[in-house]
């Protein structure tokens, strides 16, 4: 990669970045949508393509978090060195004069090492060859992993984001503007949600895709992100159909192809149901205003009961996903091994033939369920809690 000028028609490497540890199961998905030579690199997945597939994966791919378009690379070993080449970024045809533009970077093992200077290098070669309007970055929250969403705030500004590792300078666009798990349908949240795009991998990772008509049962569904989830995939229905995106306000963006890639946004009937519950009725009502305004109502059943009166539906088996609760720290969880035993026992006793992933913060909580776990569960942050899914073949 160069700072030649980047067209509409020119392939270049797209990063989509993903919840670490997860990778993989991106990259299959990747794969599976047709984008060009997907790998999987540290902390998201790398594909080849022009804009079209840029404005493609934030509409079509469920497990990623965010897409960067990686428009320019080059070396920079002192801040003068960087200020002449990122003039040369061809800023004009990617970014509009009229749009605030905020610049992150962030610096390892290079000569270049104060990554505020190197911010403000670039901030003033966009301001002095473009003219765009400069934002300063939010300070980052604490806490927050490299990968997690990118700062928002009220300017809606285009987000460049330059990485110096190794003394190579890597500029890339943040097409997406506001992390894509904000689908745009659900209003209402219980405490602790999961998000759409971890539950779209842990779906896939349970072997769900939506292809085989298999129903979802979700007993602790929470604002019924699970049970929604599934519902679209099935449908066939676009992650990104309902929002906008950064991207929207590139110089290079063209609203017919866009049109043309969205399509008409018609969903195609699953033959199966999906189905939620909680012992919270304000959980499920909130699911079903959820599902609703995600325009699944018609396939979603939400059910007020205990777990220990949960019962499989009619039809075929399938797949049983839950996020029940978990203690914040590892240790704290002692008192809900009751309840971890009870969903075992219900499933174990209620739920021959289908298959089972839970997702917890403590292996003895997944322990206390007495499930037959599949070896090999990866770890992953979810609201700052170190989880893992745990997975079962056709339950016995």
């Given at each position: 990669m160069n700072t030649d000028p980047v067209h509409t028609d020119q392939d270049f490497e797209i990063f989509l970045v993903?919840?670490?540890?997860?990778?993989?199961?991106?990259?299959?998905?990747?794969?599976?949508?047709?984008?060009?030579?997907?790998?999987?690199?540290?902390?998201?997945?790398?594909?080849?393509?022009?804009?079209?597939?840029?404005?493609?994966?934030?509409?079509?791919?469920?497990?990623?978090?965010?897409?960067?378009?990686?428009?320019?690379?080059?070396?920079?070993?002192?801040?003068?060195?960087?200020?002449?080449?990122?003039?040369?970024?061809?800023?004009?045809?990617?970014?509009?004069?009229?749009?605030?533009?905020?610049?992150?970077?962030?610096?390892?093992?290079?000569?270049?090492y104060h990554a505020g200077a190197a911010a403000q290098r670039i901030e003033r070669a966009i301001a002095e060859e473009l003219g765009a309007p400069i934002v300063k970055a939010a300070p980052k929250k604490t806490g927050k992993s490299a990968d997690k969403d990118a700062p928002e705030d009220d300017t809606r500004a285009v987000q460049i984001k330059a990485r110096i590792d190794d003394d190579l300078c890597t500029i890339s666009v943040d097409s997406s503007g506001e992390s894509l798990h904000k689908r745009g349908h659900k209003e209402a949240?219980?405490?602790?949600?999961?998000?759409?795009?971890?539950?779209?991998?842990?779906?896939?990772?349970?072997?769900?895709?939506?292809?085989?008509?298999?129903?979802?049962?979700?007993?602790?569904?929470?604002?019924?992100?699970?049970?929604?989830?599934?519902?679209?995939?099935?449908?066939?229905?676009?992650?990104?159909?309902?929002?906008?995106?950064?991207?929207?306000?590139?110089?290079?963006?063209?609203?017919?192809?866009?049109?043309?890639?969205?399509?008409?946004?018609?969903?195609?009937?699953?033959?199966?149901?999906?189905?939620?519950?909680?012992?919270?009725?304000?959980?499920?009502?909130?699911?079903?205003?959820?599902?609703?305004?995600?325009?699944?109502?018609?396939?979603?059943?939400?059910?007020?009961?205990?777990?220990?009166?949960?019962?499989?539906?009619?039809?075929?088996?399938?797949?049983?996903i839950v996020n029940p609760p978990y203690g914040a720290r590892i240790g704290e969880g002692k008192s809900l091994i009751p309840l971890y035993h009870a969903m075992g026992q219900t499933l174990r006793t209620h739920f021959a033939g289908w298959r089972v992933g839970i997702v917890t913060n403590e292996a003895a909580l997944a322990k206390a369920t007495e499930l037959p776990f599949m070896e090999g569960g990866v770890s992953v942050s979810n609201g700052g809690i170190r989880v893992t899914l745990y997975r079962t073949e056709a339950l016995a």
């Open positions: 993903a919840a670490p540890g997860l990778e993989p199961v991106l990259c299959a998905e990747a794969g599976d949508r047709g984008f060009a030579n997907p790998t999987a690199v540290k902390g998201g997945v790398t594909v080849t393509g022009g804009w079209p597939e840029v404005w493609r994966a934030n509409l079509e791919l469920r497990g990623a978090t965010r897409v960067l378009a990686r428009i320019a690379s080059f070396r920079a070993f002192h801040l003068a060195q960087l200020d002449k080449r990122a003039r040369r970024v061809p800023w004009a045809q990617i970014l509009r004069a009229d749009v605030p533009v905020r610049v992150e970077a962030s610096c390892k093992g290079s000569r270049i949240v219980n405490k602790a949600p999961m998000r759409e795009t971890l539950a779209a991998l842990f779906l896939r990772q349970c072997g769900y895709d939506g292809r085989a008509p298999v129903p979802v049962v979700d007993p602790m569904c929470g604002s019924g992100t699970f049970v929604i989830e599934a519902a679209e995939i099935a449908a066939g229905l676009k992650p990104g159909r309902s929002r906008s995106f950064a991207f929207e306000q590139l110089a290079n963006f063209d609203p017919a192809v866009w049109r043309s890639l969205r399509g008409s946004g018609a969903a195609t009937p699953p033959t199966v149901r999906f189905y939620g519950s909680d012992r919270d009725a304000g959980a499920v009502a909130m699911s079903r205003a959820n599902a609703e305004r995600a325009g699944v109502s018609a396939w979603t059943d939400f059910a007020h009961h205990a777990i220990s009166d949960l019962t499989p539906p009619e039809g075929p088996p399938g797949l049983v």
